[in-house]
Protein backbone atom coordinates (compact mmCIF):
# COMPACT_ATOMS: atom_id res chain seq x y z
CA UNK A 1 0.00 0.00 0.00
CA UNK A 2 1.69 3.19 -0.97
CA UNK A 3 1.64 6.24 1.01
CA UNK A 4 -1.46 8.18 -0.14
CA UNK A 5 -3.56 5.09 0.15
CA UNK A 6 -2.32 4.61 3.78
CA UNK A 7 -2.95 7.97 4.61
CA UNK A 8 -6.73 8.55 2.68
CA UNK A 9 -7.46 5.16 4.49
CA UNK A 10 -6.25 6.30 7.67
CA UNK A 11 -8.36 9.84 7.49
CA UNK A 12 -11.72 7.77 6.08
CA UNK A 13 -11.31 5.45 9.76
CA UNK A 14 -11.17 8.69 11.63
CA UNK A 15 -14.10 10.13 9.77
CA UNK A 16 -15.93 7.33 10.63
CA UNK A 17 -15.21 7.35 13.96
CA UNK A 18 -16.66 10.07 14.78
CA UNK A 19 -19.54 9.66 12.97
CA UNK A 20 -20.04 6.43 15.35
CA UNK A 21 -19.59 8.60 18.23
CA UNK A 22 -16.51 6.45 19.01
CA UNK A 23 -14.30 10.05 19.09
CA UNK A 24 -14.87 13.51 20.09
CA UNK A 25 -14.07 16.20 17.70
CA UNK A 26 -10.92 17.34 19.43
CA UNK A 27 -9.39 13.46 19.22
CA UNK A 28 -10.60 13.70 15.68
CA UNK A 29 -8.66 16.74 14.36
CA UNK A 30 -5.33 15.33 16.58
CA UNK A 31 -5.49 11.88 14.57
CA UNK A 32 -5.58 13.73 11.52
CA UNK A 33 -2.74 16.06 12.11
CA UNK A 34 -1.12 12.85 13.30
CA UNK A 35 -1.76 11.32 10.15
CA UNK A 36 -0.30 14.19 7.84
CA UNK A 37 2.90 14.53 9.72
CA UNK A 38 3.46 11.17 9.26
CA UNK A 39 2.75 11.16 5.16
CA UNK A 40 4.99 14.41 5.27
CA UNK A 41 7.74 12.34 7.56
CA UNK A 42 6.83 9.45 4.57
CA UNK A 43 8.24 11.72 1.75
CA UNK A 44 11.33 13.16 2.97
CA UNK A 45 12.53 9.43 4.18
CA UNK A 46 14.17 8.69 0.76
CA UNK A 47 16.20 12.12 0.33
CA UNK A 48 17.51 12.07 3.88
CA UNK A 49 18.66 8.50 2.57
CA UNK A 50 20.01 9.86 -0.24
CA UNK A 51 21.56 12.80 1.17
CA UNK A 52 22.81 10.57 3.79
CA UNK A 53 24.49 8.77 1.01
CA UNK A 54 26.13 11.57 -0.54
CA UNK A 55 27.77 12.65 2.29
CA UNK A 56 29.62 9.03 3.50
CA UNK A 57 30.69 8.91 -0.21
CA UNK A 58 32.32 12.26 0.16
CA UNK A 59 33.73 11.77 2.98
CA UNK A 60 35.12 8.69 1.94
CA UNK A 61 37.01 9.87 -1.16
CA UNK A 62 38.29 13.22 1.01
CA UNK A 63 39.76 10.63 3.30
CA UNK A 64 41.04 8.33 0.35
CA UNK A 65 42.73 11.72 -1.20
CA UNK A 66 44.22 12.79 2.17
CA UNK A 67 45.49 9.34 2.35
CA UNK A 68 46.71 9.05 -0.82
CA UNK A 69 48.83 12.10 -0.69
CA UNK A 70 51.07 11.76 1.77
Same mark, same amino acid.
Given at each position: ??? #?? =????? $????? =?????? =??? #??????? =? #???????????????? $??????? $???????????????
Amino acid at each position: MDR #ET =RFQAE $VEDID =RALQEG =RID #ENAATAL =R #EGAMADYDRAGYTWWK $VLGGMVT $VVAVMILVFQLLSSR
